[in-house]
């Protein structure tokens, strides 16, 4: 269990910077699953899929960087949470809308649950409305 938040960490960084499911499966079990509470990404059920999202969220987004404010380790529960703010502006093309020129801050959690010592799901706890109404998209 002592390799998980190391593991979660490659995979938080791979994500978070657009590396897609191509470089984050080696973190994940090949059928992880993906839950968020969040409109923006209910039709995301898997990790690879999520990866994919935040690949391409980059592209109206392209100065896109993340600041970790917590990372713990429940080894009780085989499982890794990891608070971060994701920042940047939206300038690039392929977002919903024209680019705005508005900027995002915007405060998540990942709760990553481990089976061995791979992630074997993840569900994200953001607020989906806010961030959109940040970058004018909403």
């Known amino acids: 269990m002592s390799n998980i938040k190391e593991t979660a960490r490659q995979f938080f960084d791979a994500c978070e910077t657009g590396k897609g499911w191509e470089v984050c499966k080696e973190f994940c079990h090949p059928e ?3 839950s968020c509470q969040a409109d923006a990404l209910a ?5 690879a899929d999520y990866t994919e999202w935040m690949k391409g969220l ?6 896109a960087s993340y600041e970790i404010r917590s990372f713990a380790v429940d080894e009780d529960r085989n499982s890794v949470a990891a608070y971060g703010i ?3 502006t939206h300038t690039g093309d392929g ?7 508005k900027s995002v801050s ?18 994200k706890i953001w607020n989906d409305l ?3 109404k940040q970058l004018g998209w909403a």
């Open 86 to 88: 994701l920042k940047g």
């Open 43 to 47: 039709n995301i059920r898997t990790l």
């Open 106 to 123: 915007a405060d998540y959690v990942y709760v990553m649950e481990f089976d061995s010592d791979r992630i074997r799901n993840m569900t």
């Open 95 to 101: 977002g919903p809308i024209s680019p705005t020129g």
């Open 130 to 132: 806010y961030s959109l």
């Open 58 to 63: 980059l592209t109206p987004i392209p100065d």
């Open 32 to 34: 992880a699953t993906f």
